[in-house]
C-alpha cells in the first residue's frame, strides 16, 4: 500500500475541500508529495493531526485556522417552504445524499451527510442551513464505519458522472454521424483534409460540451 493509500485510509472523508483539495484523495497525494501539510483537515480534528503526523513523520501542530476549526459535526437541513426543486444541491453533493427531481422539494438523508457544507453555497435561495448532531468533535463526532461509507458513496458517484459522461458524449457523436449521413450525397465530403476539419470541429463541439457539464 503506497504511502498515499494509508493517508487517504485514515482521512475523514468527506469530501469536504476546506483542505484545500478537490477531495481527501488529492489531499493524501499531496501529502504524500510533501505539497501540503497535516493540519489542514477541519473534520479530523486534532486526532486526524496526529494520525497523519504518524503516517508522514512530521510534528504535530495545531490546525491551521486558514482551512477552519475543529467543531461538532453537523448535517444538513432544507427548508421545504423555500426550496425551488432547481437541483444544484443534488449536483454540489459529494456523497450523493441530496434526493428529489427537478421543480420538487428536495430531501436531504441524515444518515448519509457528511455535514461538508458544499450544498449551502450552491442553494440560491439560501434554503440550506446545518444542525449539529454531535456534542463530540473531529474523530470523535465521526467513525471509521461513517468515514467507509462516505468514501464508497464518493466513489459510486464519481464512476456514474463519469459514465453520464461517456454516454451523453457516445449520444452527440451518433448524433453529429447522423446528420452527416443524412446529407445529400452532392453534399458528401471526399477529401481527406475537409473530412479531418469537419471531424476537428465536431469534437471540439463534444469538448466545449464537457467543458460545460464540468
Not at 479531418?196 to 469538448?207: C, D, G, P, Q, T
Request: charged share 25%; glycine share 6%; with cysteine.
Amino acid at each position: 500500500m503506497s504511502l498515499a493509500d494509508r493517508i487517504d485510509a485514515v482521512l475523514p472523508q468527506t469530501q469536504c475541500t476546506r483542505c484545500g483539495y478537490a477531495d481527501c484523495r488529492a489531499y493524501a497525494e499531496a501529502l504524500a508529495a510533501g505539497e501540503a501539510d497535516i493540519n489542514q483537515c477541519p473534520p479530523g480534528g486534532a486526532e486526524g493531526v496526529a494520525r497523519l503526523a504518524a503516517l508522514t513523520g512530521r510534528d504535530i501542530r495545531p490546525l491551521n485556522p486558514e482551512h477552519g476549526i475543529e467543531a461538532t459535526r453537523g448535517v444538513a437541513v432544507i427548508d421545504e417552504a423555500w426550496c425551488i426543486g432547481c437541483t444544484l444541491c443534488i449536483k454540489a453533493c459529494p456523497a450523493d445524499c441530496i434526493v428529489g427531481v427537478p421543480k420538487a422539494m428536495h430531501l436531504i438523508v441524515e444518515s448519509q451527510c457528511t455535514g461538508c457544507e458544499l450544498c449551502i453555497p450552491a442553494c440560491p435561495v439560501d434554503c440550506i442551513s446545518m444542525r449539529d448532531v454531535t456534542t463530540a468533535t473531529g474523530w470523535a463526532a465521526w467513525s471509521a464505519a461513517q468515514a467507509e461509507e462516505a468514501r464508497d458513496r464518493y466513489a459510486f458517484r464519481q464512476f456514474r458522472r463519469q459514465r453520464e459522461t461517456q454516454e451523453n458524449d457516445a449520444r452527440l457523436q451518433a448524433k453529429a454521424e447522423a446528420k452527416l449521413a443524412d446529407l445529400p450525397a452532392a453534399s458528401v465530403i471526399t477529401d481527406p483534409e475537409q473530412l479531418a476539419r469537419k471531424r476537428a470541429v465536431i469534437e471540439a463541439a463534444l469538448a466545449r460540451a464537457r467543458a460545460r457539464r464540468g
